[in-house]
Protein backbone atom coordinates (compact mmCIF):
# COMPACT_ATOMS: atom_id res chain seq x y z
CA UNK A 1 0.00 0.00 0.00
CA UNK A 2 1.09 3.46 -0.77
CA UNK A 3 0.15 7.30 0.12
CA UNK A 4 -2.28 8.45 -2.40
CA UNK A 5 -1.15 11.69 -3.98
CA UNK A 6 2.16 12.25 -2.86
CA UNK A 7 2.32 14.89 -4.98
CA UNK A 8 0.00 16.84 -2.80
CA UNK A 9 2.91 18.91 -0.24
CA UNK A 10 0.21 20.30 1.69
CA UNK A 11 -3.71 19.57 1.90
CA UNK A 12 -6.06 22.77 1.74
CA UNK A 13 -9.06 23.67 1.24
CA UNK A 14 -8.84 24.73 -2.19
CA UNK A 15 -7.19 20.50 -2.17
CA UNK A 16 -10.40 18.96 -1.14
CA UNK A 17 -12.62 21.35 -3.07
CA UNK A 18 -10.66 19.67 -6.22
CA UNK A 19 -10.79 16.55 -5.65
CA UNK A 20 -14.79 16.87 -5.47
CA UNK A 21 -14.34 18.12 -8.53
CA UNK A 22 -12.33 15.78 -10.25
CA UNK A 23 -14.63 12.61 -8.49
CA UNK A 24 -12.05 11.71 -6.08
CA UNK A 25 -13.23 10.60 -2.58
CA UNK A 26 -11.72 12.80 0.34
CA UNK A 27 -10.82 10.59 3.42
CA UNK A 28 -10.42 11.93 6.60
CA UNK A 29 -10.38 10.49 10.45
CA UNK A 30 -9.91 11.97 13.92
CA UNK A 31 -6.87 12.69 15.81
CA UNK A 32 -6.76 14.19 19.21
CA UNK A 33 -2.52 13.87 19.78
CA UNK A 34 0.63 14.46 18.61
CA UNK A 35 2.17 10.54 17.73
CA UNK A 36 -1.57 9.31 16.44
CA UNK A 37 -1.73 11.89 14.12
CA UNK A 38 1.70 11.50 12.93
CA UNK A 39 0.54 8.01 11.67
CA UNK A 40 -2.43 9.18 10.76
CA UNK A 41 -1.13 11.81 8.30
CA UNK A 42 1.94 10.47 7.12
CA UNK A 43 -0.83 7.45 6.15
CA UNK A 44 -2.18 9.67 3.45
CA UNK A 45 -5.25 10.97 4.62
CA UNK A 46 -6.58 14.36 3.75
CA UNK A 47 -8.16 15.72 6.66
CA UNK A 48 -7.39 15.31 10.16
CA UNK A 49 -10.33 16.06 12.49
CA UNK A 50 -9.23 17.00 15.93
CA UNK A 51 -13.46 15.93 16.88
CA UNK A 52 -14.90 16.69 20.63
CA UNK A 53 -15.25 13.15 19.92
CA UNK A 54 -12.48 13.57 22.39
CA UNK A 55 -14.66 13.76 25.39
CA UNK A 56 -15.80 10.31 24.77
CA UNK A 57 -12.58 8.71 23.43
CA UNK A 58 -10.03 10.67 25.25
CA UNK A 59 -11.45 11.56 28.38
CA UNK A 60 -14.48 9.24 28.79
CA UNK A 61 -16.99 11.24 29.10
CA UNK A 62 -20.75 9.70 28.18
CA UNK A 63 -21.16 13.06 25.61
CA UNK A 64 -19.29 15.67 23.98
CA UNK A 65 -20.91 18.15 25.80
CA UNK A 66 -17.77 18.48 28.85
CA UNK A 67 -15.18 19.13 27.08
CA UNK A 68 -13.73 22.66 27.25
CA UNK A 69 -11.95 25.40 24.35
CA UNK A 70 -9.07 25.06 26.46
CA UNK A 71 -8.89 21.58 26.30
CA UNK A 72 -9.60 21.18 22.48
CA UNK A 73 -6.87 23.78 21.98
CA UNK A 74 -4.39 21.19 23.63
CA UNK A 75 -5.84 18.48 21.81
CA UNK A 76 -5.33 20.32 18.41
CA UNK A 77 -2.01 22.10 18.98
CA UNK A 78 -0.26 18.45 19.50
CA UNK A 79 -1.97 17.19 16.25
CA UNK A 80 -0.71 20.50 14.65
CA UNK A 81 2.88 19.50 15.63
CA UNK A 82 2.29 16.08 14.15
CA UNK A 83 0.54 16.85 11.04
CA UNK A 84 2.96 17.76 7.90
CA UNK A 85 0.35 17.54 4.89
CA UNK A 86 -3.03 16.72 6.10
CA UNK A 87 -5.87 19.65 6.11
CA UNK A 88 -6.41 20.03 10.50
CA UNK A 89 -10.22 20.89 11.32
CA UNK A 90 -11.17 21.72 15.03
CA UNK A 91 -14.14 20.84 16.44
CA UNK A 92 -15.93 24.11 18.50
CA UNK A 93 -16.95 22.75 21.61
CA UNK A 94 -20.84 23.14 23.02
CA UNK A 95 -20.66 26.43 24.66
CA UNK A 96 -18.24 28.11 22.98
CA UNK A 97 -20.32 28.95 20.11
CA UNK A 98 -23.97 29.26 20.76
CA UNK A 99 -23.61 32.15 23.04
CA UNK A 100 -23.28 34.62 20.57
CA UNK A 101 -21.78 35.72 17.19
CA UNK A 102 -18.65 37.80 19.74
CA UNK A 103 -18.22 34.59 21.64
CA UNK A 104 -18.32 32.10 18.44
CA UNK A 105 -15.46 34.69 16.53
CA UNK A 106 -13.88 34.61 19.99
CA UNK A 107 -13.76 31.04 20.17
CA UNK A 108 -12.28 30.05 16.54
CA UNK A 109 -9.50 33.23 16.57
CA UNK A 110 -8.18 30.99 20.25
CA UNK A 111 -8.35 28.10 17.90
CA UNK A 112 -6.74 29.51 15.00
CA UNK A 113 -3.86 31.00 17.00
CA UNK A 114 -3.22 28.93 19.60
CA UNK A 115 -3.10 25.78 18.13
CA UNK A 116 -2.17 26.28 14.62
CA UNK A 117 -5.33 24.54 12.71
CA UNK A 118 -6.13 25.67 9.46
CA UNK A 119 -10.21 25.42 10.02
CA UNK A 120 -13.30 25.00 12.35
CA UNK A 121 -16.15 22.97 12.63
CA UNK A 122 -19.28 24.00 13.89
CA UNK A 123 -22.88 22.03 14.51
CA UNK A 124 -25.96 23.24 13.16
CA UNK A 125 -27.54 25.19 10.49
CA UNK A 126 -29.78 28.51 10.36
CA UNK A 127 -29.30 28.97 14.09
CA UNK A 128 -25.77 29.54 13.86
CA UNK A 129 -25.75 31.52 10.65
CA UNK A 130 -24.96 34.67 12.22
CA UNK A 131 -21.92 33.51 14.32
CA UNK A 132 -20.54 31.24 11.09
CA UNK A 133 -20.66 34.66 8.89
CA UNK A 134 -18.45 36.20 11.56
CA UNK A 135 -15.98 33.87 11.64
CA UNK A 136 -15.80 33.24 7.72
CA UNK A 137 -15.39 37.34 7.68
CA UNK A 138 -12.65 37.39 10.14
CA UNK A 139 -10.84 34.68 7.07
CA UNK A 140 -11.66 31.31 9.50
CA UNK A 141 -12.35 28.23 7.07
CA UNK A 142 -15.99 26.70 8.33
CA UNK A 143 -17.05 23.40 8.07
CA UNK A 144 -20.79 22.87 8.85
CA UNK A 145 -21.96 19.42 10.37
CA UNK A 146 -25.46 18.54 9.84
CA UNK A 147 -27.87 15.37 10.88
CA UNK A 148 -26.50 13.63 14.18
CA UNK A 149 -25.07 16.34 16.16
CA UNK A 150 -23.95 15.09 19.31
CA UNK A 151 -23.85 18.37 21.09
CA UNK A 152 -27.52 18.41 20.78
CA UNK A 153 -28.14 15.26 22.16
CA UNK A 154 -30.39 16.13 24.97
CA UNK A 155 -32.32 18.03 22.33
CA UNK A 156 -33.16 14.71 20.37
CA UNK A 157 -32.54 12.42 23.10
CA UNK A 158 -31.17 9.39 21.16
CA UNK A 159 -28.32 8.55 18.65
CA UNK A 160 -30.66 7.76 15.84
CA UNK A 161 -30.46 8.15 12.40
CA UNK A 162 -31.40 11.90 11.79
CA UNK A 163 -34.08 13.17 8.71
CA UNK A 164 -35.69 10.09 7.64
CA UNK A 165 -38.84 12.18 8.15
CA UNK A 166 -39.32 14.63 4.47
CA UNK A 167 -39.71 17.87 7.06
CA UNK A 168 -36.39 17.24 8.84
CA UNK A 169 -34.63 15.93 5.55
CA UNK A 170 -35.85 19.20 3.33
CA UNK A 171 -34.52 21.34 6.72
CA UNK A 172 -31.24 19.93 6.35
CA UNK A 173 -31.20 20.59 2.51
CA UNK A 174 -31.74 23.66 3.40
CA UNK A 175 -29.16 24.49 5.93
CA UNK A 176 -26.75 22.39 3.50
CA UNK A 177 -27.52 25.11 0.61
CA UNK A 178 -27.27 27.76 2.93
CA UNK A 179 -23.91 26.52 4.52
CA UNK A 180 -22.90 26.93 1.51
CA UNK A 181 -23.70 29.93 -0.19
CA UNK A 182 -22.20 31.99 3.00
CA UNK A 183 -18.85 30.17 2.44
CA UNK A 184 -18.14 27.26 4.29
CA UNK A 185 -15.66 24.74 2.36
CA UNK A 186 -17.65 21.69 3.53
CA UNK A 187 -20.09 20.00 5.48
CA UNK A 188 -20.03 17.11 7.71
CA UNK A 189 -23.14 14.62 7.42
CA UNK A 190 -23.81 12.19 10.11
CA UNK A 191 -26.16 9.54 10.35
CA UNK A 192 -28.94 10.15 7.62
CA UNK A 193 -30.39 8.28 5.04
CA UNK A 194 -28.28 7.44 2.01
CA UNK A 195 -30.64 8.78 -0.12
CA UNK A 196 -30.49 11.93 1.58
CA UNK A 197 -26.95 11.86 1.92
CA UNK A 198 -26.93 11.40 -2.27
CA UNK A 199 -29.30 13.86 -3.49
CA UNK A 200 -27.20 16.71 -0.96
CA UNK A 201 -23.40 15.71 -2.16
CA UNK A 202 -25.09 15.89 -5.58
CA UNK A 203 -27.01 19.72 -5.39
CA UNK A 204 -24.04 21.11 -3.39
CA UNK A 205 -20.99 22.56 -5.17
CA UNK A 206 -18.89 21.89 -1.84
CA UNK A 207 -17.62 18.42 -0.64
CA UNK A 208 -19.88 16.47 1.92
CA UNK A 209 -17.83 14.65 4.20
CA UNK A 210 -20.01 11.32 5.19
CA UNK A 211 -20.30 9.43 8.68
CA UNK A 212 -22.78 6.56 8.92
CA UNK A 213 -24.33 8.73 5.92
CA UNK A 214 -23.86 5.89 3.02
CA UNK A 215 -21.35 5.80 0.21
CA UNK A 216 -22.62 8.94 -1.54
CA UNK A 217 -20.89 11.31 0.45
CA UNK A 218 -17.88 13.32 -0.98
CA UNK A 219 -15.53 11.59 1.48
CA UNK A 220 -15.45 9.60 4.78
CA UNK A 221 -14.78 10.08 8.45
CA UNK A 222 -14.33 7.83 11.04
CA UNK A 223 -13.00 8.48 14.48
CA UNK A 224 -9.59 6.61 14.95
CA UNK A 225 -10.21 4.76 17.77
CA UNK A 226 -12.85 2.95 16.23
CA UNK A 227 -11.35 2.33 13.13
CA UNK A 228 -8.14 0.75 14.53
CA UNK A 229 -10.58 -0.98 17.67
CA UNK A 230 -8.98 0.04 20.10
CA UNK A 231 -12.34 0.67 21.29
CA UNK A 232 -14.14 -2.73 21.57
CA UNK A 233 -17.27 -1.20 22.93
CA UNK A 234 -18.64 1.43 20.22
CA UNK A 235 -20.48 -0.81 17.29
CA UNK A 236 -22.95 1.13 15.55
CA UNK A 237 -23.24 -0.52 12.12
CA UNK A 238 -22.01 2.46 10.20
CA UNK A 239 -18.23 1.35 11.68
CA UNK A 240 -16.50 -1.08 9.76
CA UNK A 241 -13.15 -1.35 11.68
CA UNK A 242 -9.98 -1.90 9.95
CA UNK A 243 -7.70 -3.24 12.98
CA UNK A 244 -8.26 -5.21 16.53
CA UNK A 245 -5.72 -3.36 18.45
CA UNK A 246 -7.70 -3.83 21.40
CA UNK A 247 -6.67 -7.44 21.51
CA UNK A 248 -3.05 -6.85 20.16
CA UNK A 249 -2.95 -4.02 22.62
CA UNK A 250 -4.39 -6.44 25.14
CA UNK A 251 -1.85 -9.24 24.59
CA UNK A 252 0.95 -7.04 24.73
CA UNK A 253 0.39 -5.68 28.19
CA UNK A 254 -0.01 -8.54 29.67
CA UNK A 255 3.21 -10.66 28.11
CA UNK A 256 4.74 -7.55 29.38
CA UNK A 257 2.90 -8.57 33.05
CA UNK A 258 4.44 -11.93 32.86
CA UNK A 259 8.01 -10.94 31.84
CA UNK A 260 8.40 -8.29 35.04
CA UNK A 261 7.12 -11.16 37.60
CA UNK A 262 8.80 -14.02 35.85
CA UNK A 263 12.53 -11.89 36.42
CA UNK A 264 12.33 -12.08 32.99
CA UNK A 265 12.23 -8.42 31.96
CA UNK A 266 14.39 -6.53 31.81
CA UNK A 267 17.65 -9.09 30.82
CA UNK A 268 21.04 -8.36 30.54
CA UNK A 269 21.16 -6.91 27.78
CA UNK A 270 18.68 -4.52 28.74
CA UNK A 271 20.72 -3.46 31.48
CA UNK A 272 23.80 -0.98 32.26
N1 LIG B 1 -15.88 6.75 19.61
C1 LIG B 1 -16.71 7.63 19.05
N2 LIG B 1 -17.05 7.46 17.76
C2 LIG B 1 -17.89 8.33 17.13
O1 LIG B 1 -18.18 8.13 15.93
C3 LIG B 1 -18.39 9.44 17.88
C4 LIG B 1 -17.99 9.59 19.22
N3 LIG B 1 -17.17 8.67 19.78
N4 LIG B 1 -18.42 10.63 19.97
C5 LIG B 1 -19.09 11.75 19.33
C6 LIG B 1 -19.95 11.29 18.25
C7 LIG B 1 -21.18 10.53 18.72
N5 LIG B 1 -21.40 9.65 17.62
C8 LIG B 1 -22.30 8.60 17.59
C9 LIG B 1 -22.84 8.08 18.75
C10 LIG B 1 -23.68 7.00 18.71
C11 LIG B 1 -24.00 6.46 17.49
C12 LIG B 1 -24.90 5.28 17.39
O2 LIG B 1 -25.29 4.98 16.31
N6 LIG B 1 -25.16 4.56 18.52
C13 LIG B 1 -25.91 3.33 18.65
C14 LIG B 1 -27.35 3.60 19.10
C15 LIG B 1 -28.12 4.46 18.17
C16 LIG B 1 -29.59 4.63 18.57
O3 LIG B 1 -29.87 5.17 19.67
O4 LIG B 1 -30.44 4.27 17.76
C17 LIG B 1 -25.93 2.36 17.47
O5 LIG B 1 -25.81 1.17 17.73
O6 LIG B 1 -26.08 2.73 16.31
C18 LIG B 1 -23.47 6.98 16.34
C19 LIG B 1 -22.62 8.04 16.38
C20 LIG B 1 -20.40 9.84 16.60
N7 LIG B 1 -19.29 10.36 17.32
C1 LIG C 1 -17.53 12.21 14.16
C2 LIG C 1 -16.93 13.51 13.75
C3 LIG C 1 -17.58 14.07 12.53
C4 LIG C 1 -16.93 14.51 14.88
O1 LIG C 1 -17.57 15.53 14.86
C5 LIG C 1 -16.09 14.19 16.05
O2 LIG C 1 -15.29 13.24 16.01
O3 LIG C 1 -16.21 14.93 17.05
MG1 LIG D 1 -17.66 16.46 16.76
Redesign the pocket.
Known amino acids: MSVHNPDIKRVTTHTIQELKNKGEKISAL ?1 AYDFSMARVVDAAGVEMILV ?3 A ?3 MAGHE ?2 LPITLDQMIYHASAVVRGVKRALVVVDLPFGSYQGNSSEALRSAIRIMKESGAHAVKMEGGLEIKESIVRILSAGVPVMGHLG ?1 T ?1 QS ?1 YKFG ?4 RAKEEAEAEKLMEDAHMLESIGCFGVVL ?2 IPATLTKTVSQSLTIPTIG ?2 AGPDADGQI ?2 I ?2 LLGI ?1 NE ?6 RRYADLHTVMTEAIAHYVDDVKANDFPNEKEAY
Open positions: TGDSSNVTTLPITYAVEKIGLVHDNFKPRFL
